[in-house]
T-cell receptor, first 110, second 114 residues
């Protein structure tokens, strides 16, 4: 059974810092991996989707990498801003629907 | 892009009543819809998968008689929480897939059972 782990569970950084969020998964037989943002009490916003054949995806200040063989992904956020404060969820898709990690709660302090 | 809506966004009900939550794909046909539940500070947990016109497949530990799922058309799935109790209070999120890898998520429904 696929299990997704995200480290750290919570992170607080001053504005302007670059930061890395980590995601690991136990079954490397995946189709894709997706990073989402969730604001308190809200739904999910898809940030980046990496297909299993890809190594990374970039969107603005966000860069996600995927190492399928080792079961790891990272989300890099450059020049963090207070508006980046949210919970970031990693999810993997294999033969099952998306399996989610518990998320990393990010606070960017002005 | 693909849009998925949920209604209502928030519902408060008394213990013992039933609540229906709708999930609609607005601009694509969803052959498969998924229902997730999220407790505070926890991850999204898949409850069930439904394919249009067939019975839903429930995840282990999810009572199919309590959480009734209907996927009668390619744009609408409903989740009915029957005889709701306070422990059913949670954030319910649906997602829809048009047959490819991507799941598109609705905005969620906050259920509070008093």
């Amino acid at each position: 059974k696929q299990e997704v782990t995200q480290i750290p569970a919570a992170l607080s950084v001053p504005e302007g810092e670059n930061l890395v969020l980590n995601c690991s998964f136990t079954d490397s037989a995946i189709y894709n991996l997706q990073w989402f943002r969730q604001d308190p009490g809200k739904g999910l916003t898809s940030l980046l989707l990496i297909q299993s054949s890809q190594r990374e995806q970039t969107s603005g200040r966000l860069n996600a990498s995927l190492d399928k063989s080792s079961g790891r992904s990272t989300l890099y956020i450059a020049a963090s801003q207070p508006g980046d404060s949210a919970t970031y969820l990693c999810a993997v898709r294999g033969n099952t629907p998306l399996v989610f990690g518990k998320g990393t709660r990010l606070s960017v302090i002005a | 892009g693909a849009v998925v809506s949920q209604h209502p966004s928030r519902v408060i009900c008394k213990s013992g009543t039933s609540v229906k939550i709708e999930c609609r794909s607005l601009d694509f046909q969803a052959t498969t819809m998924f229902w997730y539940r999220q407790f505070p500070k926890q991850s999204l947990m898949l409850m069930a998968t439904s394919n249009e016109g067939s019975k839903a497949t429930y995840e282990q530990g999810v009572e199919k008689d309590k959480f009734l799922i209907n996927h009668a058309s390619l744009t609408l799935s409903t989740l009915t929480v029957t005889s709701a109790h306070p422990e059913d209070s949670s954030f319910y999120i649906c997602s829809a897939s048009g047959g490819k890898d991507t799941q598109y998520f609705g905005p969620g429904t906050r259920l509070t059972v008093l």
